[in-house]
């Protein structure tokens, strides 16, 4: 007897749980460089992120997309530092930034669209119709 196990496919949410999980196991968030927070939802006609991208200039970012992979990257100054406040701690990141997503099968690459608001960037990623699936009836020959 055999055992076989199913396994789920990954889905973009899978992805970048496991990007963030390595990036903080591995110390890589810092000051000088950062990752936006991303939300990622599924609909039935697209896939959408919203990474929060706050005092980040639509000129700042650069979003391409190569073999697959969309990247989001971009840079964020620091405020302008006063030597007469004395900070005990600073959390907001600024420097560059990067995250990558690998797209799945169903993304439409040629019809992403981006924009900007109140700090948020949104991607829009539609779905190309899936292939239905055909039955093909196997015939007997004749002998």
Known sequence: MRITSYRRPTTLFDHTQ??????LNSGNLS???WAPAVD???TDAAYEIHADLPGVLPDDIEITL???ELTIQGSRESSKEETQDDYKRIE???GNFLRRFTLPELADAENISATTKEGVLELV???IEKAKQKKITVERCAA
């Open 66 to 68: 190569e073999n697959g």
């Open 125 to 127: 990623i539609p779905k």
């Open 92 to 94: 907001r990141f600024s």
């Open 18 to 23: 496991k990007e963030m999980s390595d990036r």
């Open 40 to 42: 990622i939802k599924e």
């Open 31 to 33: 000051a000088q460089n």
